[in-house]
Each structure stands twice: as structure tokens, then as C-alpha cells.
């Protein structure tokens, strides 16, 4: 792997050196070419220009290598569908056409200003001002020239005429040519005389420094005949000298010269001039050389451009898509459960924040994670000790969800109720519980579901195969946090054997107290009948009046006994409730209304709340002889004369309405209170102790709840509570 990773790090550097040299070297030979320009253009110069076009071609092959492979990897990478090719993709055509459209622009629009100009440039007439220039240049020489020739001749005519040459006229001839040098203003007179130098009239304000003789072999050759002309450097300036000869056979061969000194600024302009004809001459022939190096040049900058702006583009976009590669990639691990990645790059901007925060949310699941797996480690732990609780108590359990469907039934409710069925989770109780022998069952249900609150201890039967099974059925609404209903549990308690036991028991003790209650009236009952045997058998006088006791006697124990059996008679035929709208407060106000006639010493206190809903499903005659038997035993407990307080309220939450009956009297005992609703059982020395036990059956037939306790700081409270 460390060779391969090598490699593709050494591709890059390789590239970026060769780009570098190549940009030195552009640069170097421009600028050789522009401080060149007096070589040759059909030399050095093309060479140069070659060599840029050769590099311009290179820079722009790597251009073009470096952008194919890298569309060319986007694409497979888009193929291949990585994570973030896309974005990537965008990013370098949004960067590449960044760069191409304006720099194309701009190389197009200078190349064409750059041509137009070089065109303009060679298309102005130059070369004939510059023509014209240099003639009038050489006419002004040439006139100097003429001018100085034309001179000489007239000194020499001059001479011939005069002979000034004669020795004897040689002092006139002095002053001849010295007032000839004024008058023609000449800078230069001389006469030779064969080939020797007579004398020289010289203008002092010339450079005398800088003065040159005549050469001896030029004055020869001019008067064996050759016409004399000499141009000579003297200082800044030139020298221009013309000459005439003529012979005089008494005297020799004589040459006069005149001479014209031009200084520096007319020799200089005229050599500049001469100069700039030919460097204009050799530029025009440089014309299309220009024009491909700027061009060149051009091409070479925006070629620049293009890669720096691709290269920008490509960095970004792999600065920007490889992390976010990394973290998609680690979701992906995430996803799949593996919460030990870390995202490892070392970005510092906002990517560089997102990933730690990426880090940060990831050690956080994994810490969540762990925490979670031991509290669902814990839950099912828990869970399995309450599901063996549940597979192991005798009391059967049913949940239900906020629907009515079974999420919980454990075998002993599955054995209650006969259910051979094995899959009953998730079904609807109504499915399971559909069978007739369930009526009472799905009933008490139907009715938990519907108001959704506790019923304790309702006994019903279920009868399977010629077999009753007598069970206690609870019901215990479930809420969650918010008070929102979520479901019912119902609990299954056989009762069977213990309903037997106590009935049983019941029958002992009824059977003891009926046989006390009966043997008292028989007591005198006999003793009556023994007396009226006894004295019929004496005979005596006035036995008629003793029958006639006796018989009363008789007869009035004979309806104690039967008023005992007609009680045990209603206890035993207790009327089915029939449910039907009532007014609670109705009923207690009629109630009272009879009490308070009758019981003048009783103190009645009513407190109804307003709360308490008009109509309450509930059988007013029933309820009546509930409400009746408790204040008949609160009464019987102050002996009639005392206070009692009837205090009603209402429960929204389990739309429950309560009926508080406190009484002033001396409260119960702790051993009394678990009794007092049992049959038969009474603390008063008469009565048959059944008046509490019908207020709890009939409480406990409209789903309700009945029980005692003592009130604050004395008497008895009794507390009834009914569905709304």
C-alpha cells in the first residue's frame, strides 16, 4: 500500500515541477526576445518563438491531461454512485467555467485589439515618411556638398583670373581667401600648390581640437585630375570637403579646397534618421513574428488561468466532499449498528466542526447506547421475574392495549376461563371472549373499557363443560404520565372453592343463629303449651282464661319466627338492578323528607356538590334501600337522636360519584368493621344483621364500592361510590 500511496503522491509533484519549468522558461525566453531586438528575426528569433509555441503546447496538453483524467474520475466516481460526486462535479464545472468564460473572453477580445493594432501599426505610411525624411536628410548633405563644391570652383576661377598664385601676389591672395571664408561662410579654405600645403583659412569656433589634416595621397590624386570629395568624423560633427585644381605652367598644379563643418545636432538627427529607416524596415519584416509572440503569450496566460482555476476548483472540491465522504461513509457504519468510527480529518473550518461535532453526537449514541443496553438488560431481567410471577401465581392476569387487544395473559386466566386457544396476543378480547359462556365476562369488560375506571371484587360465573367456576373479577385502568388512558388490566381470582368454604361457614354460623333466634320464641312456646297440658289434666276451674294466655303466647312467638324466616326470605330474593337515568340528590332529598318527619331529633346536614352530574345511570329504587338501611343503622347507632351529615362530590378523572353519611354516634370498632356487610352479622342486640349486607350487594351490583370507617373526632362514616 505505501509503494501505491508513493506513487500517487509523486504523480502530482512530477506534474506541478514540469509546469513550473515550463512557466520559467516562457517568461525567460519572452523577455530574452524583448531585449533581442536587433538580432535577426530569421534566426534567433524564430527559434524563440518556436520554443514558446512548443511550451504553450506542453502547458497545454497537461491542461488537458489533468482535466480528462479528473472528468474522467468524477465520472466514474458518479457511476459508481460515491457520496459526494455530485456536489463535486458541480463545484469543478462551476469553477472550470468560472475561469473559461470570462478568460476565454478576454484572450479573444485582446488577441483580436493586439492584431488590429499590429495592423493599424504597419498599415500607416512609415516607411514612406520615414523615406521622405531620409531625403531630405540626404538632400541637405548633398547640398552642402554642391554648395561647398561650387565654391571651391569660384576661388579657383577666381585664382586663375587674378593669378593670386604668383608669389608676388601671395599676400593679396591671403586676404582674398580670408574674406572669401567670411563671405561664403565656409569653415575651411585651403590652397596646395603641387603637394604642398600653401596655408589654411580654418573658422576658430569648430572643435580645432578634433581637426584633421588633408591626407597627403588624396591631394595627389586630385590634381593628377580625380574629382576631390571628402567626408570626414571631426568631434560630434562631420567634416564635408569639396576641391578644384588647375595648372599654371609658369607655377605648378594648384588645388583650392572648401570645407563645411556640420555639427553634432544636424549629423546626429541625419544618423538617426538613417537609423530608424532601417530598423523599421527590419521590424516590418518582423511583422507576423510580433504577432504570433503576443499571441503566444496570450494563449500562455490564459492557459495559466484555466489550470490555476481548475486546479482551485478540483482542491476545494476535494477539501469540501472528502470529509463529507468520511462522515457519510460513518453514517453508513452508524446505521448498520457500528458506533465505534471517528471521523478522522484534520479540516479546522466549519466542516472541521461539523465532523467534531459528528464525533461528539457518536461518543454520545454509543454512551446512550451502552446505558440503554443495561437498563433494556435490566427491563429484561425484570421482565422475565415478572412473566415467572406471572406463569406461577394462581391469580390470572389480563392486560389489555387502549383497542382491546390482549397483550399479556398468563396461564392461570387462561385455565379460569377455559381458553384452549394458545396465540391470543395481539387479538381482541371481544374474538377471544366471543363465546356465551363469557357474557358476564365480556360485560364487566365492555363497561371497564367504556369508562375507564377500577372495579374491585366483582363476583361472576363462568360455567365450562356442566362446571361453574365462581371468580372475582377486578378491572384497573392504565394511564400513562399524562393521564392518558392506555389500556386495562383484568384480574381473575378463583373463588370457587372459597365461596364453597364460606358458605359452608355462612350456613354454620346462619344455622347456629337462626337456631338461637328460633329457640328463643320457642321457649315459651313450649313452656305455654306444657302449662295448658297441665292444667287441663287438673281440671281446674279457670283453666279458660290460662289457654286463652297460653294460645297468645303461643301465636305471637309463632310470628316472631315466621317474621325471621320472611326476612331470610327477602335477603335470599334480592331483585335484579335495572340501570336508568337518576338524580342522585333527588333521591337523598326524598329520602330525608320521609326521615325528617319521623325522627324529629335527628339533625340532617346536606352538602351537594355542584359538580355531581344530573343523570347517573343507576336504579333509584335500589339505591333508595341502600341509602335507608345506612341511615336506619346510623339512627339505631345514636339511639334516634344525634346529627347526620350527607356530604356528595364528583371524580372527573374515574367519573365516579361519592355519597359521604357521617353520624354523630360512637363509631365501630377494627374487628366490627371487616363484618359488618356479612349476613347475619349484627351488633345490635335485635335484628337479623342483614340491612348492611343488602347495601353492599346492591352498591356492589351497580359496579360500586361500599365500606366504613370511623370519622374525626367521633361517629361513623360510610362511603358509597358509583360509576357516573
Not at 26 to 35: D, L, S, V, W
Not at 180 to 196: A, N, P, Q, S, V
Not at 514 to 533: G, Y
Not at 676 to 681: A, C, D, G
Amino acid at each position: 500500500m505505501e509503494p501505491i500511496a508513493d506513487s500517487r503522491k509523486k504523480g502530482p509533484r512530477v506534474i506541478g515541477a514540469i509546469i513550473i519549468l515550463l512557466i520559467v522558461l516562457f517568461f525567460a525566453i519572452e523577455f530574452f526576445i524583448r531585449e533581442s531586438q536587433e538580432f535577426s528575426p530569421t534566426r534567433l528569433t524564430n527559434v524563440l518563438l518556436s520554443s514558446l509555441q512548443i511550451i504553450v503546447l506542453l502547458l497545454g496538453l497537461i491542461l488537458f491531461f489533468i482535466l480528462g483524467r479528473n472528468m474522467v474520475k468524477l465520472y466514474l466516481e458518479r457511476k459508481r454512485k460515491v457520496v459526494g460526486s455530485h456536489f463535486k462535479t458541480k463545484l469543478v464545472i462551476f469553477f472550470i467555467a468560472l475561469s473559461f468564460i470570462p478568460t476565454l473572453l478576454l484572450f479573444f477580445f485582446a488577441s483580436d485589439f493586439v492584431s488590429r493594432n499590429i495592423e493599424q501599426w504597419f498599415q500607416t505610411p512609415l516607411d514612406k515618411l520615414l523615406d521622405d525624411t531620409k531625403s531630405v536628410a540626404d538632400g541637405f548633405t548633398l547640398n552642402t556638398e554642391e554648395l561647398t563644391d561650387h565654391y571651391a570652383q569660384q576661388l579657383s576661377r577666381a585664382i586663375m583670373a587674378g593669378k593670386l598664385i604668383s608669389p608676388e601676389n601671395r599676400p593679396a591672395l591671403r586676404d582674398f581667401i580670408r574674406d572669401k571664408l567670411t563671405e561664403y561662410r565656409l569653415d575651411e579654405i585651403g590652397i596646395f600648390l603641387d603637394d604642398e600645403e600653401l596655408f589654411s583659412y580654418i573658422n576658430p569656433n569648430m572643435p580645432l581640437q578634433d581637426y584633421q589634416d588633408l591626407k597627403a595621397n588624396i591631394v595627389k590624386r586630385a590634381q593628377l585630375g580625380e574629382e576631390f570629395r571628402s567626408i570626414e568624423p571631426m568631434g560630434s560633427g562631420e567634416m564635408i570637403r569639396r576641391g578644384a585644381s588647375f595648372s599654371m605652367p609658369s607655377v605648378g598644379s594648384v588645388l583650392v579646397t572648401t570645407g563645411k563643418f556640420l555639427p553634432q545636432n544636424y549629423a546626429q538627427k541625419m544618423n538617426n534618421i538613417t537609423s530608424y529607416v532601417q530598423r523599421y524596415r527590419l521590424l516590418k519584416t518582423q511583422k507576423n513574428p510580433v504577432k504570433t509572440f503576443y499571441l503566444m503569450t496570450l494563449i500562455f496566460l490564459t492557459l495559466l488561468i484555466i489550470f490555476a482555476a481548475s486546479w482551485i476548483g478540483f482542491h476545494l472540491a476535494k477539501s469540501i466532499t472528502v470529509p463529507i465522504e468520511k462522515l457519510a461513509q460513518a453514517t453508513r457504519e452508524v446505521s448498520r449498528g457500528n458506533l465505534n468510527v471517528k471521523v478522522e480529518d484534520p479540516a479546522s473550518d466549519e466542516i472541521g466542526t461539523l465532523i467534531d461535532s459528528f464525533n461528539q453526537m457518536i461518543f454520545d449514541l454509543k454512551t446512550s447506547q451502552m446505558s440503554i443496553a443495561q437498563k433494556t438488560s435490566e427491563l429484561e431481567s425484570r421482565k422475565r421475574y415478572i412473566e415467572t410471577i406471572l406463569d406461577n401465581i394462581t391469580t390470572g392476569v389480563i392486560a389489555l392495549d387502549r383497542k382491546g387487544a390482549i397483550t399479556t395473559m398468563n396461564p392461570s386466566a387462561r385455565e379460569m376461563l377455559a381458553i384452549a386457544e394458545k396465540d391470543v396476543i395481539g387479538k381482541g378480547y371481544r374474538n377471544i371472549l366471543g363465546s356465551a359462556r363469557y357474557a358476564e365476562v365480556l360485560r364487566n369488560i365492555d363497561w371497564g373499557m367504556k369508562n375507564r375506571y377500577k372495579l374491585a371484587d366483582k363476583e361472576i360465573s363462568v360455567t365450562t363443560d356442566g362446571q361453574t367456576t365462581h371468580l372475582a373479577l377486578a378491572l384497573s385502568p392504565l394511564k400513562q404520565t399524562d393521564g392518558e388512558f392506555s389500556g386495562l388490566i383484568v384480574v381473575l381470582d378463583d373463588m370457587t372453592q372459597l365461596i364453597k368454604a364460606q358458605k359452608i361457614a355462612a350456613w354454620k354460623e346462619v344455622a347456629q343463629r337462626v337456631a338461637h333466634e328460633i329457640k328463643n320464641p320457642l321457649t315459651p312456646i313450649q313452656l305455654s303449651a306444657e302449662r295448658m297440658i297441665k292444667n287441663l289434666q287438673k281440671g281446674e276451674p279457670g283453666h279458660q282464661a290460662m289457654i286463652e294466655e297460653g294460645a297468645r303466647t303461643i301465636i305471637q312467638e309463632a310470628r316472631t319466627i315466621k317474621s325471621l324466616v320472611d326476612e331470610f326470605s327477602n335477603f335470599a330474593r334480592m331483585p335484579k338492578i335495572q340501570l336508568q337515568s337518576a338524580d342522585i340528590h333527588q333521591i337523598i332529598d326524598q329520602i330525608l323528607a320521609l326521615f325528617k318527619g319521623i325522627f324529629t331529633d335527628i339533625e340532617f346536614e346536606v352538602d351537594y356538590s355542584s359538580e355531581v352530574p344530573v343523570s347517573v345511570p343507576a336504579d333509584p329504587e335500589q339505591m333508595k334501600r341502600a341509602i335507608i338501611n345506612v341511615l336506619d343503622n346510623s339512627i339505631d347507632a345514636m339511639n334516634k337522636k344525634g346529627r347526620i351529615g350527607i356530604r356528595t362530590s364528583f371524580d372527573k378523572a374515574p367519573q365516579r360519584v361519592t355519597i359521604e353519611i357521617v353520624d354523630s354516634g360512637p363509631g365501630i370498632t377494627v374487628d366490627d368493621k371487616f363484618k359488618l356487610f356479612l349476613p347475619h352479622y349484627s351488633t345490635k342486640k335485635k335484628g337479623m344483621g342483614l340491612g348492611l349486607a343488602i347495601v353492599n350487594q346492591i352498591i356492589r351490583d351497580h359496579n360500586g364500592s361500599v365500606n366504613i370507617e370511623n370519622n374525626k373526632p367521633h361517629g361513623a362514616k360510610f362511603t358509597i361510590q358509583i360509576p357516573a
